[in-house]
């Protein structure tokens, strides 16, 4: 059941979600070469912290991480280590969820780390614009097909692949709440947007082939291929006329 939210409820999801992007704005120029994933993990959690928040991710079904930090070909579900160095050249995405309240927010961000080639600086380029495309189609009465099919075209028109086996979701008092948002589909299906549903829309896309693999971790992700992978991701609200992006960094 697709939950819609009151104006209550969007009120403290903004507040869970603005704790989110301010991990991006403070969190963000720390990723550097020779920085561990860990402490990337750990900051988040203090910034999360410092707002009154819980980094929901840290013992959600078991995982150890306050977030995921995922590099180079793993999509998601990267788990922190103090042993896992960022090196010159890497791509690394934070996906961070942040529970204030009793509600969440959730997004993540590919950052490249040092002097990163192009062909990776292109693909985290095009993941941002697949959430972009989609986006950019919602408001109240559009079916969800929609926004899928435009980030697969936008995805596979750019000659990148989507992941099949994860989606992006509705929100809310849980962190996963229907509806499940694939970044495939066709247009003219699925569930009506209606004004009051937040959802996290999240682009994963992927520089090879579709397929993908996890570690005996249970929690790791990567691409068979070994090709990195990009991750791009906002909670939004649909409004009557549109949406409203909850999580952006403000701009300085």
């Known amino acids: 059941m697709i939950n819609i939210k009151s104006p209550r409820e969007v009120a403290i999801i903004k507040e869970a979600s603005r704790l989110v992007a301010k991990v991006f704005e403070e969190v963000g120029p720390l990723v550097k070469p020779g920085v561990s994933t860990q402490y990337l993990a750990d900051m988040a959690e203090k910034v999360i912290q410092s707002g009154g928040g819980i980094a929901a991710c840290k013992g959600y079904g078991g995982f150890p991480g306050a977030i995921c930090v995922s590099v180079n070909e793993v999509i998601v579900h990267g788990i922190p280590s103090a042993k896992k160095i960022l090196r010159d050249g890497d791509i690394v995405s934070l996906d961070v969820v942040a529970k204030y309240k009793g509600y969440h927010g959730d997004a993540c961000r590919t950052y490249p780390v040092g002097i990163v080639g192009e062909e990776k600086l292109r693909l985290i380029k095009v993941t941002e614009e697949c959430f972009w495309e ?119």
């Open 134 to 252: 989609g986006v950019k189609l919602v408001k109240a009465g559009v079916r969800l097909g929609d926004v899928e099919e435009a980030i697969q075209k936008h995805a596979e028109g750019n000659g990148y692949s989507v992941v099949r086996e994860f989606t992006g979701h509705g929100i809310g008092r849980e962190m996963h709440e229907d509806p499940y948002i694939p970044n495939y589909g066709k247009a003219g299906t699925g569930p009506t947007l209606r004004e009051g549903m937040v959802l996290c829309i999240e682009p994963m896309i992927m520089s090879g082939k579709p397929d993908v693999r996890t570690l005996g971790d249970g929690w790791t992700t990567l691409s068979k291929d070994g090709l990195p992978n990009a991750h791009y991701e906002n909670t939004i609200v649909v409004t009557k006329d549109g949406y409203e992006v909850l999580t952006l960094e403000e701009k300085l």
